[in-house]
Structure formats: C-alpha cells, structure tokens
C-alpha cells in the first residue's frame, strides 16, 4: 500500500471543524457522516492511504469516496 501524501492540503477554520466535528457525531445521513469524517481526516493530516482504510470499511472503494469528497470543486 502506498504512503504517499496527498499533494492537497485541507485546511478548515476552527469555526468549520467544530460544525463538522456535531456532524460527524450526529445522526444525518450516513453518507453524510462518512465525508464529514473524511475531511477532518485529511484536515487533520492523515495519509489518503489511511483516510481510505477506514472509508472503506463503510464505503466499499474507500479511495474513489475519499477521492470524491476532497476533490469536488
């Protein structure tokens, strides 16, 4: 598995993280939790690699869904 950083950088607000941070510990859609956790993740500096682990385990293909959730525009 590879370990490579991701070459983006999240960077949240502390205003943003702790309205994510209600969300993930909410009870909103599924899906809507598994990319709440996926962004503090990666906020949080967490390899891609891992952000997918444990997006997988919920998701199927973790990286598509970490991959979706980081690079919308």
Do not use: F, W
């Not at 960077?11 to 309205?19: E, H, I, S």
């Not at 990319?35 to 997918?52: E, P, Q, Y």
């Not at 444990?54 to 690079?71: H, I, N, P, Q």
């Amino acid at each position: 598995m590879s370990k490579v950083a991701s070459p983006h950088v999240v960077v949240l607000p502390a205003a943003v993280r702790k309205r994510l941070k209600k969300l993930a510990c909410a009870s909103p859609p599924y899906r809507q939790v598994v990319r709440v956790k996926i962004l503090l993740a990666a906020a949080g500096g967490m390899r891609n690699t891992a952000i997918a682990a444990k997006a997988g385990g919920a998701c199927g293909d973790g990286l598509a869904t970490a991959e979706a959730v980081l690079c919308r525009r």
